[in-house]
């Protein structure tokens, strides 16, 4: 994965309430940006990806609704690369390669046995005032 993110050519952003049908919007709108972008849904990378970004955007409903009214998730790709980032506005940082990712169950588990699984990079990003975080998930295609 030689792309750095800063010159993956496709980038999309999605700004969605924090609710339940976040999460199938943000699925939606991965699918369509993936075919626009000419990354076939049946390349081996994108069923993994796709229930990734499922889970972060759940998480961030399930746990940050209450101090988060919206969720941010933004896409990008490039030929080799695909990329993706879910925010919110709760401080909390999850801990991404922490004991309980080995063996935890649940969604940020789940997530983490993808991404290294696929050869990838997860890195939580805080906001600089401290008050929201991004997740960033970085898979080569």
Known sequence: MST?????P???????PAEPSAVRL????AQQALVEWGI????????????IVSELVTNSVRHAAA????????????ADC??????DRHPYQ?????SDTGTGTGGLATVMELVLGLGGTAVVRAD????????WITLPL
């Open 4 to 8: 750095q993110l800063q010159a993956l």
């Open 10 to 16: 496709y980038r999309h952003v999605l700004t969605v």
């Open 26 to 29: 943000a699925r939606e709108t």
């Open 40 to 51: 076939g849904l049946r390349h081996p990378t994108v069923d993994p990806a796709l229930l």
């Open 67 to 78: 101090l988060s009214p919206q969720v941010t998730v933004i896409y990008a790709a490039g």
């Open 82 to 87: 695909l990329a993706f980032a879910v925010h």
């Open 94 to 98: 999850p801990p991404l390669y922490g």
């Open 128 to 135: 600089a005032d401290g008050q929201g975080k991004s997740i």
